[in-house]
């Protein structure tokens, strides 16, 4: 149990603690476990002043704390070496007081006052009367886990978490406060909602209620207006000498590079392309850095016109590449196809189209130079969780090609892997830090099945569908660090797949992790398709297969 502000994030001496115990989160993470937020803040403090050899990136939760290696060997020194750590809890200050005006309105707070038995009228006062403190920062940027004076509104997390939160909405959960700074999929208990602005790169501090900052919670009349979020303004042609025009933006596509990597502690997420392997491939075929910002599609009706002459190469899931010649009015287009994963040109006025993939889901356009698009972090991905980064591409965009060509020549074409379609793709996993809290029955079931890929799955999470795990145990899981891969089961017990734009923290226990290098694979599941889970030892890395279906096998027979 998290102790409460006054208890322990002020004044106490500073005295010499141990971590706990360290569970292996994948092949990359490992999860320290400890006994309160005093430790949890101390040994922070230390992996970022002395970070251990391997560390790529720390994240303190309510009781744990996540360090990311970059290795699985890295990781499993950084297991050791925690262990023996001695931390040496500093003493805490008081921080700013943040004041934020709420509209007590929110969808479960007459659940939350039959749950606390205080009453709708004694959650507000409850909720409004007390001071909170932000202990910690996660799940989405802005989003500061609050614990208050004493546990009057501790409530459970909802039994199914919804695909969309709005941006605004005040929430309970466990022994926290929050407020969701943008909308995102979310399990909290929402009792309200603010029209503050709790993230804004643009401030100096982009969080309004950052970790040490009081927050004293204001029921004020509906009037409240929700913020804004901000809304794409489409590049103007003039200002692009050279580059890509967005004819159609298909269903979804979006800038993505390698990701932004270490800002756990802003509560942001590495997010950048899901399908690794051929966003760098992409990148090889036109000569570029395998991180240059590419463009990452999925199913069909991506179109592109060029901007003066281009060389282009497309990875990913395979499709028909489709280039009709400069539009001119005195003839009839002549159109002609081009390969996967072989580098060609575009010339002037030309467009290009991707058609529906064959198999796989997602596939990358990568242009000579990169895309040229303003990095936030250092990064110029798209994260659909937070926000961060470019918005989903639209009709009429023009963006340049960068300086991010690193060779002279371009690449020989490749052979692609094979890519998921309709068999069932088994994916290997390890156990999950929180996998004892499922009996032998529960965790023999998740590998025994076929899950099917829900209509609801995105860049957040791959939610799936099959028959549900039962918990083993009963009560909640403190909010804790995690990473892409992590399966996470919701008390209905269907697992939710983490992607690259998840939410660096959660509240539901990780049974098992996929590991990392079937992630490329992973994402390119189509939605309708079936995964199978099969458990590995941690230290294997067995490449990934594809079974047929039932009706293919005696097709092939």
Same mark, same amino acid.
């Given at each position: ?29 490992? *999860? ?36 990311? &290696?970059?290795?699985?060997?890295? %990781?499993?020194? @950084?297991?050791?070496?925690?262990? $023996? ?24 707070? &007459?659940?939350?006052?039959? *749950? ?7 959650? @507000? ?25 004493? $546990?009057?509104?501790?409530?459970? !997390? ?55 900052? !009081? ?12 913020? &804004? ?62 991180? /240059? ?80 698009? %303003? ?12 926000? @961060? ?11 340049? /090609? ?13 052979? $692609? ?17 929180? %996998? ?50 992590? *399966? $996470? ?48 030892? /941690? ?15 005696? /097709?092939?027979?």
């Amino acid at each position: 149990m998290i102790e409460t502000a006054g208890d322990t994030l002020a004044g106490q001496q500073a005295a010499v603690h141990k971590v706990s115990s360290v569970r292996a989160v994948g092949t990359r993470a490992v *999860l320290a476990e400890l006994s309160g937020t005093q430790d949890v803040l101390a040994l922070q403090a230390l992996l970022l002043e002395h970070p251990l050899p391997g560390q790529e990136d720390v994240l303190a939760a309510a009781e744990t704390v996540l360090v990311k &290696a970059d290795s699985p060997a890295s %990781a499993r020194r @950084i297991a050791t070496l925690l262990l $023996q750590l001695d931390l040496t809890a500093p003493v805490q200050r008081d921080g700013e007081l943040v004041v934020i005006d709420t509209v007590y309105d929110g969808e479960d707070l &007459a659940e939350v006052g039959k *749950l606390t038995g205080l009453g709708t009228e004694g959650v @507000i006062a409850a909720h409004s009367g007390q001071i909170w403190t932000v202990a910690f920062a996660g799940f989405a940027p802005g989003f500061g886990y609050m614990v208050g004076e004493n $546990q009057a509104l501790e409530v459970p !997390r909802r039994s199914s978490p919804r695909t969309a939160v709005p941006a605004g909405a005040v929430a309970l959960a466990g022994n926290y406060s929050a407020v969701y700074p943008r909308s995102s999929p979310g399990g909290w208990q929402l009792i309200g909602r603010t029209g503050a602005k709790m993230w804004d790169l643009d401030r100096e501090q982009p969080a309004l209620a950052a970790p040490g900052h !009081r927050v004293q919670f204001r029921a004020v009349p509906d009037s409240v207006t929700l913020a &804004a979020e901000p809304a794409a303004v489409p590049s103007e042609s003039h200002d692009v000498a050279s580059g890509l025009r967005i004819v159609s933006a298909g269903t979804q596509s979006l800038i993505q590079d390698l990701g932004r990597h270490g800002h756990s502690a802003l509560g942001v997420s590495a997010a950048g392309a899901l399908d690794r392997a051929s966003l760098r491939r992409a990148n090889r075929l036109v000569g570029n850095a395998p991180s /240059a910002a590419a463009i990452e599609t999925v199913a069909a009706g991506l179109r592109v016109q060029a901007v003066r002459d281009q060389v282009l190469a497309v990875a990913g899931a395979p499709s028909e590449l489709s280039i009709e010649s400069a539009p001119d009015v005195d003839s009839e287009p002549v159109r002609r196809t081009v390969p996967m994963a072989t580098p060609f040109a575009l010339l002037d006025g030309e467009i290009l189209g991707i058609g529906a993939p064959e198999s796989g889901f997602r596939s990358y356009l990568a242009v000579r130079g990169g895309v040229d698009a %303003a990095p936030v972090l250092g990064s110029r991905s798209t994260d659909t969780m937070s926000g @961060i980064g470019p918005a989903p591409l639209a009709a009429g965009q023009v963006f340049a /090609a960068g300086g991010e060509a690193e060779s002279g020549v371009v690449g020989n074409p490749e052979l $692609q892997p094979d890519f998921p379609g309709t068999g069932v793709t088994v994916l290997d996993v390890v156990p999950g830090p929180r %996998a004892d809290w499922f009996d032998a029955a529960a965790l023999a079931s998740f590998a025994g099945q076929d899950w099917d890929v829900k209509p609801q799955s995105n860049r957040v999470g791959m939610r799936l569908d099959g028959t549900p795990l039962q918990r083993s145990r009963t009560g909640e899981l403190p909010s804790e660090g995690t990473v892409a891969g992590a *399966l $996470q089961i919701p008390p209905e017990g269907l697992p939710v797949l983490f992607l690259a734009d998840h939410p660096i923290t959660g509240g539901y226990p990780v049974m098992a992790v996929v590991v990392d290098q079937q992630l490329d694979t992973a994402a390119q599941v189509p939605i309708g398709g079936k995964i199978r889970f099969r458990w590995v030892p /941690a230290d294997s890395a067995a490449p990934v297969t594809t079974e047929q279906t039932t009706s293919e096998r005696k /097709a092939s027979n």
